[in-house]
């Protein structure tokens, strides 16, 4: 049950972007409301690759704005999650057959160390074959020829990352529901569990992969908003080879990126980018998705010798991207967009986004509330206050 029958918002989800949405709208004065199907955080964002970082291969698709919003967003989570949100290196290995070879790796660590000028981080190294096998002997030395050492950010456990953010709204007089589904949108409200109504200005949908079946339950059609991609993980123990900080592959067979990454005194490795059309509840990692990872650690790593029963967990998620057409799902861009609907001028939906950047992309979404309800929005201090 909730205390107030009128809100100036509901956010509907209470991954991270719900989480962020409902702090910086607390914080600035607004009378919140979260629901929550699950539990806190545990869906989309707890599927994540678990990092904060700049989105290095974002380059590649000229993508010069998203990069230097996520470098600007992971200084300041640094700064104001400093317990949850740690430097993590990052070692890229270039081999002869790589795609990107030693000049076009060293062209992008270098624009990369500029867009995030200011930064607490160390700036990139190149380093030769010898460097590398020394700092890194259990990578496969077959056609290797150096490899670039850049940073990062990790967050461990991003569920945590959810909780304080909504801890804070909490404490700014925020209310939440978790375990509560919303059955109907109105033009006045939501609708949700037994059959309990409530009233808001604005209803905020970031739903993330489930954002089209809240939709559904709107008195008007809208066209469809995601098109997400599967991204699956496997987790392993410590195995023979294993490197000291993150290792970042171009694939053998199919060049996209997978990480090695050190996680929780364990190993973390993924993930995988495949369209997926499915419920998002039923998302599962595939056996196909299992060889694939195993095998392509093992050919970096050969001493790891890794198998299905090295395996200690496996979990996947549905990235909420915009829907595209034909494009390949390495380039669907990982921007966000706030879709406005005519029909219902008081909703909005949130498509895409990632984990590093839901800060500003809450910032944006709050400013837009304000100018929902007639106001000029007061200052964002979510940078400024430390969890």
Request: proline share 6%; aromatic share 6%; charged share 25%.
């Amino acid at each position: 049950m909730v205390r107030a029958s009128r809100f100036d918002v509901i956010i509907i989800g209470g991954g991270i972007n719900g989480a962020g949405i409902a702090r910086d709208a607390a914080m600035r004065g607004l009378k919140v409301l979260l629901i929550e199907k699950g539990e806190l955080g545990c869906a989309t964002t707890s599927a994540s690759t678990r990092l904060i970082h700049g989105g290095l291969r974002y380059l590649e698709h000229f993508e010069f704005g998203l990069v230097r919003e996520s470098l600007r967003e992971r200084e300041i989570l640094l700064r104001i999650a400093p317990n949850l949100v740690k430097a993590l290196g990052m070692t890229i290995p270039i081999y002869k057959q790589s795609k990107r070879g030693r000049l076009t790796i060293r062209a992008g660590m270098t624009l990369y160390d500029l867009l995030s000028s200011g930064k607490s981080l160390p700036s990139h190294q190149m380093l030769s074959r010898a460097e590398t096998l020394e700092r890194w002997p259990g990578l496969n030395p077959e056609g290797l020829v150096g490899s670039a050492l850049y940073y990062d950010a990790q967050v461990e456990f991003p569920e945590r990352l959810v909780l304080e953010n909504v801890r804070s709204a909490r404490e700014y007089g925020a209310e939440v529901l978790t375990h509560t589904r919303v059955t109907g949108l109105r033009v006045s409200g939501v609708e949700f569990g037994q059959k309990q109504f409530v009233e808001a200005a604005v209803i905020i949908n970031a739903a993330g992969p489930w954002i089209d079946l809240v939709l559904e339950h709107a008195p008007v059609q809208s066209p469809k908003l995601i098109g997400g991609t599967k991204g699956s993980h496997i987790i392993v123990a410590l195995f023979p080879g294993a490197p000291a900080n993150a290792i970042y592959l171009e694939a053998r067979s199919n060049g996209r990126p997978i990480f090695i990454i050190p996680w929780n005194k364990l190993y973390l490795i993924g993930t995988t980018d495949v369209r997926f059309e499915g419920d998002p509840d039923e998302v599962r990692c595939e056996p196909w998705e299992i060889d694939y990872l195993l095998s392509e650690t093992n050919l970096a790593l050969p001493a790891a010798q890794l198998t299905h029963d090295s395996i200690i967990e496996t979990y996947s998620g549905v990235r909420p991207l915009p829907v595209t057409g034909d494009k390949d799902e390495q380039s669907i861009t990982r921007r966000h967009f706030i879709r406005e609907h005519p029909q219902l001028p008081n909703l909005l939906s949130i498509v895409g986004g990632k984990l590093t950047t839901y800060r500003s992309l809450s910032e944006e979404c709050v400013d837009l509330i304000f100018r929902k309800l007639g106001k000029n929005p007061p200052p964002c201090n979510t940078d400024k206050i430390a969890f």
